[in-house]
């Protein structure tokens, strides 16, 4: 490699683009730490969608499916060994199933 005065440049970079695990099977350290914000984030995001879409608030079937996923989250959070989600695919399917019922039920 050469610089703009064509002067040899010598050296390398070395990048590690692998998913690495994280002290949760089956999550990586990325996959936890999206899951952990969305944990971290979820009682503010509830209060607003209940704030703008009041039907919401008497929706039990939406209340009992987005408390389930919570539960869910910290079960991953805390690494707890009876967790419902065993790899990050399992708990994007579950995010995705709530996510268009809110949708849907707004």
Do not use: C
């Not at 005065?5 to 695990?21: C, E, K, S, T, V």
């Not at 805390?78 to 419902?84: E, I, L, M």
Request: glycine share 2%; hydrophobic share 30%.
């Amino acid at each position: 490699m050469q610089d703009a005065n064509d002067a040899d440049i010598n050296g390398y970079a070395l990048f590690d683009l692998r998913n690495q695990d994280s002290d949760v099977n089956g999550f990586s350290v990325t996959e936890l730490e999206a899951l952990t914000k969305i944990y971290n984030t979820r009682n503010r995001m509830i209060s607003n969608l209940k704030s703008d879409y009041p039907r919401l608030k008497t929706n039990n079937t939406w209340i009992d499916m987005s408390d389930e996923l919570y539960d869910n989250m910290k079960d991953v959070v805390n690494d707890a060994s009876n967790k419902q989600f065993s790899d990050y695919s399992e708990y994007l399917d579950a995010f995705k199933d709530r996510y268009q019922y809110t949708i849907d039920h707004r």
